[in-house]
Nanobody, 116 residues
């Protein structure tokens, strides 16, 4: 139901745009989010957006560099990542749920690697 794509290998300072295609159902009343998990670290929230209102939240570590958005017509969630740093290297997941503590639908991860 959630299909993430767009990961890859970039140099420090580069950009990537992740996409998360939603199929099978609508999440119009849900919170959508991007999470990431680096090797040896716990999964952390990167950014969230209310599918209905567009209200956003960003982790401090990505504020000013990442932008979360959604396209209702295409049923797709995006994460535009600029000024990438090696610390952003992780597997990125998209997810949906009624709130940040209850993300019940998860996409498969997409690897983002930032080389120094």
């Amino acid at each position: 139901q959630l299909q993430a794509s767009g990961g890859g290998l970039v140099h420090t300072g580069g950009s990537l745009r992740l996409s998360c295609a939603v199929s099978g159902r609508t999440f119009s009343s849900y919170l959508m989010g991007w999470f990431r998990q680096a090797p040896g670290k716990e999964r952390e929230v990167v950014a969230t957006i209310s599918w209905s209102t567009g209200s956003t939240y960003y982790a401090d570590s990505v504020k000013g560099r990442f932008t979360i958005s959604r396209d209702n017509a295409k049923n797709t969630l995006y994460l535009q990542m600029n000024s990438l740093e090696p610390e952003d290297t992780a597997v990125y997941y998209c997810a949906a749920g009624p709130n940040i503590g209850t993300m019940i639908n998860w996409g498969q991860g997409t690897q983002v690697t930032v080389s120094s």
